[in-house]
């Protein structure tokens, strides 16, 4: 039977207001997360130059942002606009599988290239089995992760409302409208979310500490200036990640848990491109490459 996801709004006096305004926010940041993923996995794919293990690691990254982005952000668009989206319980559960899987996925790529940028030896490119290997465990990761918080939650019974305060079927707003006991479930949200996100974190911050540790105070400022912006795009995923699936279950707050996940759905995957990638020059180069390249060609050819 469908689940209706219903967008609670302060005062019913100014709620069209107030939901073209949402509406009006969010569609840009959407369309920007969808262009500039997608833009970037083409661009590495197509451009010989970037075939390297770090720019590898940054198209699978993009992958997982634009699966984000496309899973959360059309039923967010069309809730904002109508106040409310129905869905199949089938559609549902797809939907938090798919998101949960690319989360943790995400966070054990992001460990993966603190390892290829900061761990390894500056002139000893990770292995193409290594790369590979790295990813797909990644994407294994995820998907085993996914797949048990998403069978656990839809094996329990659901009473009284079906209608879920919040953009999209999470697991916390879900398990809310259970009549049977969730201890199981956050148990094992508790055990593998947090296994999943201290490890990689502390993988990430173990490989920033040897490459700040190995420069010395002559490249000290030039490499903090460099992994600063790494470092908060780190900081901002783990922080809402943590806010929304490590807490205490009697913390949930149904506004806040809104908000958190209108941030780390939509905002994170729209700025993760321009942090770690569009802001490089080696991409910026490629890109111009590929945009200009061809009407410079005719040029050359008549010298």
């Not at 699966?67 to 559960?93: D, E, I």
Request: aromatic share 8%.
């Amino acid at each position: 039977s469908p689940i209706s996801f219903l967008l609670l709004i302060p005062s019913l006096t100014c709620a069209w207001m107030l939901a073209l305004l949402l509406f009006s926010l969010a569609l840009p940041v959407v369309l920007l997360g969808l262009m500039g993923n997608l833009g970037l996995v083409v661009l590495i794919r197509a451009e010989g130059s970037l075939h390297t293990p770090m720019y590898y690691f940054l198209s699978h990254l993009a992958l997982l942002d634009l699966c984000s982005c496309c899973t959360v952000g059309p039923v967010m668009l069309q809730g904002l606009m109508a106040g409310w989206v129905t869905l199949p319980s089938l559609a549902c559960a797809l939907q938090m599988f798919l998101f949960a899987a690319a989360a943790d996925a995400e966070c054990c790529l992001l460990a993966a290239m603190a390892y290829d940028r900061y761990a390894l030896p500056p002139r000893a490119p990770c292995p193409p089995r290594l790369c590979l290997g790295m990813v797909l465990g990644s994407y294994m990761a995820g998907v085993a992760s996914g797949a048990v918080h998403t069978s656990l939650a839809f094996r329990l019974p659901l009473c009284h409302s079906r209608i879920l305060n919040s953009f999209f079927c999470d697991i916390p707003p879900v398990l809310a409208l259970a009549c049977a006991d969730t201890s199981l479930n956050q148990a094992l949200l508790l055990a593998i979310c947090g296994t999943i996100q201290s490890i990689t974190l502390l993988a990430i911050l173990a490989s920033y500490g040897l490459i700040l540790g190995a420069v010395g105070q002559v490249g000290l400022c030039r490499a903090a200036s460099t992994c600063s912006s790494h470092l908060a795009a780190v900081a901002v995923l783990y922080g809402t990640l943590i806010f929304m699936y490590l807490r205490p279950e009697g913390s949930y707050s149904a506004q806040a848990d809104k908000m958190a996940a209108a941030f780390y759905t939509v905002a994170i995957p729209t700025l993760n491109p321009v942090i770690y990638s569009l802001r490089n020059t080696d991409v910026k180069g490629a890109l111009a490459k590929q945009l200009l390249g061809r009407r410079h060609m005719p040029e050359q050819s008549d010298q």
